[in-house]
């Protein structure tokens, strides 16, 4: 059974450019959330996705959008890059995720992103 | 809101002895705690999670975690390092939003480090 596949693996864009990350789930499963992950943060939740509709977000401005398509696929989006938005984005699929609170979740190895 | 606290940034065990980290967790309710393991430029994987079942857990790779509710801490434990042990370590809870549904909220890491 394959794992949660992100792409792509590393980035570099420049600021004031935007970017798409791409996030697939494992088979069946249904609910997807993104995280950042920065030495200084460390993990915040940005937002999570459940039958192509947001569940919930994070306090992430509104230069991070996401959408999930009906084979559960997502993405992330980011614009008018910041230096401050370098930092590994991991997706994390599960059954149902937020439904239930012991539902664990799969990460993907994640998008390094740098802004320069 | 719930929160957790790793106490420990970085622990270094030498390989064959115990391994300890340390988890506080501030819950309003009986809350699902889950340890995720990331080793380098790898997503996160799942160790062990605790449900209100057992209070100890066993997880992967030989790793366990007992539940004190009167101490509220999860703390993981591994009676011999193993080097492919070395990797950063995060403690996470299950928090309950407004909505009725939940999102992770993780520790800020601990690195754990395997001396030969």
């Known amino acids: 059974k394959a794992g949660v596949t992100q792409t792509p693996r590393y980035l570099i864009k420049t600021r004031g450019q935007q970017v798409t990350l791409s996030c697939s789930p494992i088979?069946?499963?249904?609910?997807v959330s993104w995280y950042q992950q920065t030495p200084g943060q460390g993990l915040q939740f940005l937002f999570e996705?459940?039958?192509?509709?947001?569940?919930n977000k994070g306090n992430f401005p509104g230069r991070f959008s996401g959408r999930q398509f009906s084979n559960s696929r997502s993405e992330m989006n980011v614009s008018t890059l910041e230096l401050g938005d370098s930092a590994l984005y991991l997706c994390?699929?599960?059954?149902?995720?937020?439904?239930?609170?012991?539902?664990?979740?799969?990460f993907g190895q994640g998008t390094r992103l740098t802004v320069v | 809101a719930q929160s957790v606290t790793q106490l420990d940034s970085h622990v270094s065990v030498s390989e064959g002895t115990p391994v300890l980290l340390r988890c506080n967790y501030s819950?309003?309710?009986?809350?699902?705690l889950f340890w995720y393991v990331q080793h380098p430029n790898k997503g996160l994987q799942l160790l062990l999670k605790?449900?209100?079942?057992?209070?100890l857990v066993k997880g992967i790779n030989g790793f366990e975690a007992e539940f004190k509710k009167s101490e509220t801490s999860f703390h993981l434990t591994k009676p011999s390092a193993h080097m492919s042990d070395a990797a950063e370590y995060f403690c996470?809870?299950?928090?309950?939003?407004?909505?009725?549904?939940?999102?992770?909220?993780f520790g800020t890491g601990t690195r754990l480090k395997v001396l030969a």
């Open positions: 088979s069946g499963h249904r609910s």
């Open positions: 819950s309003s309710y009986s809350p699902s």
């Open positions: 996705y459940f039958s192509e509709t947001q569940r």
């Open positions: 605790y449900t209100s079942a057992a209070t």
């Open positions: 994390a699929s599960s059954l149902d995720f937020l439904r239930a609170r012991g539902t664990e979740a799969f």
């Open positions: 996470v809870v299950s928090e309950r939003l407004t909505s009725g549904t939940y999102k992770y909220i």
